[in-house]
């Protein structure tokens, strides 16, 4: 893409009203624009993120046989009272219809997805079932000072499973604990399986932490046996497996798997036919991740003092194609060609290209702002090409430019 | 797809609540599910339609030098009292944070893409703009009976642009309006454009409306000039253009076109400095599409008695393949054999198949599940195969099956 046709807008200075890093950083570098307090915008160059988190998401999902569909955010006050939750939910946002129906907005989506599963299976021979959306999640939280990590309006995957019984729910839960590692390690993070509190029939429930010193959470992680704590739940600093000291780590949480047991099933009578024909109640487990959440925790992870860091899988774009014009209008002409021949050569090769074509912005601007940006490739055409018929290409986070020739780059960016 | 795979339910009679038929045959198929008045779910095989339709909708925006961006649904109260909507908009739903902040639930997004572009642009060298999103929307609509044609909560696509000057916005409206009536024609409607009130700078916005009994709208239509009238706004019934008698049609409006003049970069004061050094109003124009309507306008048009007929780029799938069990468990291990290779194959290559490989549904049940369903091609497996050789096909509407072997299918499908 042509970047003087992209809608963004970088700054110089840091935002007035933003502590958190994650949220300067998307701010400057043009990928959201804050409305209000934990309320944001997801510019273009934002949204390509989200979107490429959200199809890897997708894509290991659908390969353990989960199903997306859409659920609605507005739920009526009579879903929400049969769990009682109505009241006791503390980040509620509610509103109400001229017809005087009343609705929260769905911070969750057990209250609708129990309802809807009732009317889906019947038989023992329906289950197990696996349902996610990606979709809009609404929280009238009251600390947002985290940038997008923590929200009043956000973007969250959440999956629901249905089972047989306990044991069933528990094995399933352990293969998305799986995939949810591996989603996490394509988007650019070691994630940490933590043991955290909220689990209703189990004893635990998992987070997925990822260590950053801007992070909201507290884990205690044994190193050795690869797993953590929410120091929430610990009361001594030695692993329960191996008995080693374990490190505390600031953390943030960009995942979590549930096992709920019956709990929904019975605010809403979820029961299947089983072999034995009898009645049953269906257990059920809940998997989130935040998505613009995980965008959030990536950039404060990958980060430097001059900008963001994006990890390939989910950078906007692949490559920063960078012409530097000289003062020299001959030169300029064959810089602008070479330039324009490569641009079309990637885009040929789907290799994913932002070209900073602009004529009018100097060297030295181009530079700073494509290091904000922080796409993984840059490759910059001016002098030195006229001089060695060769680009000059970095990865963002090294420190000095290679002399490549065509051949060579096309074999690392393929 | 393996169609015991698939979170789906078909119902034999007519949900009791719902009188429009795009919502009785969605019900009845599985498509979606009715939460409340002007609420659904969409179930998978709503929502695999409903992202055919998105994409088919970016293509043609991209196309066109359109960005895809992502405004919040949360709306500080302040942004709607700048325009003087928060008191006068009609279908405003509102919500209030623990912390006293207002906000309304997004029925458009002027309010929020007019001060997001004043940040973006400063000179006439950052226009023309145009920005698009796909996202939900929440009206607190008083009247709900229309099924998927007219929710409290829906799927809407909306495009701003914003340009120097009046006759600028004039001529990108006229290539939007082009990319509509091919977009909806993607979708297998022929839209009609149609003049209508609602202009603010021109006399006349443009709506695309679909012919169907069961539509909400009234039009005058010359089959002469291939234009319409909204009723609302014409006093006889002659083309303005021909003089011919208009015909009167019963429609659904699937889309518009406005030109919103300076009207809202007046309330915004988004301004940009012009040729001449002069500080001038930014003029704009917004698009609109119902992404949920317009699955429901597609089901209004192409359906029968027997349920939806899908046009062939929005279906959930191209080919919906039906293995026929018999009595005889000897031939049923051939029929089964036969099915799961053409399921492979057609899966290799990447024809997109639903496969109703049920073992305890019968004959019957399978053909009008399939009906109801309704994807374009059906290819069955049965007695008639093991015969003959050769496959019962037939597209959704043919009357009968023809005979055909695996080369003319693939010519076929592919």
């Avoid at 017809?99 to 329906?126: M, N, Q, R």
Wanted: net charge positive; charged share 30%; proline share 3%.
């Amino acid at each position: 893409m042509l970047q003087s046709k992209v809608a963004y807008k970088t700054y110089k200075e840091n935002p007035s009203d933003e502590e958190a890093r994650n949220a300067i950083l998307l701010i400057k570098a043009g990928f959201v624009e804050k409305v209000s307090s934990g309320i944001y915008n997801l510019l273009p160059l934002g949204l390509r993120v989200i979107q490429k988190i959200e199809n890897i998401i997708r894509e290991e999902l659908n390969k353990i046989g989960c199903q997306e569909l859409l659920l609605t955010n507005l739920h009526p006050k009579e879903y929400w009272e049969k769990t009682g939750r109505w009241q006791k939910f503390d980040v509620l946002f509610k509103t109400q219809s001229q017809t005087g129906s009343e609705y929260s907005l769905a911070p969750t989506h057990e209250e609708i997805i129990f309802p809807l599963v009732k009317k889906l299976i019947s038989s023992y021979k329906d289950l197990p079932i696996a349902l996610y959306q990606i979709h809009t999640k609404y929280r009238d939280e009251l600390r947002v000072k985290s940038g997008l990590l923590r929200n009043r309006e956000f973007i969250m995957k959440d999956l629901y499973s249905f089972h047989r019984n306990n044991e069933e729910v528990e094995k399933f839960k352990k293969i998305v604990d799986k995939v949810y590692l591996k989603i996490f390690k394509r988007c650019g993070l070691d994630a940490i399986e933590t043991y955290a509190s909220g689990g209703t029939f189990s004893p635990f429930s998992t987070e997925f932490q990822v260590p950053t010193p801007a992070g909201e959470d507290t884990i205690y992680y044994c190193s050795n046996c690869r797993i953590a704590w929410n120091k929430e739940i610990m009361k001594e600093r030695k692993c329960k497996q191996c008995k080693k000291e374990l490190q505390e780590l600031k953390t943030i949480e960009v995942g979590n798997t549930f096992n709920l047991g019956t709990k929904f099933s019975e605010a809403f009578d979820v029961r299947y036919i089983d072999k034995d024909n009898k009645e049953k109640l269906v257990y059920a487990g809940c998997y989130g991740i935040g998505v613009t959440r995980l965008m959030g925790a990536i950039v404060e992870v990958y980060n430097d003092e001059k900008g963001i860091i994006w990890p390939e899988e989910v950078a906007p774009f692949k490559v920063h194609l960078i012409s530097i014009y000289l003062k020299d209008e001959k030169k300029n002409q064959k810089i602008k060609k070479i330039s324009y021949e490569l641009y079309e050569k990637l885009n040929k090769e789907n290799i994913e290209v932002l070209f900073d074509e602009r004529e009018n912005v100097s060297p030295g601007e181009k530079l700073v702002e494509s290091d904000l940006i922080g796409i993984p490739y840059k490759i910059v055409i001016g002098e030195n090409y006229l001089k060695y018929k060769k680009f000059d290409f970095k990865k963002r986070n090294w420190k000095y430019y290679k002399q490549i020739n065509l051949a060579q780059l096309l074999k690392i960016l393929k």
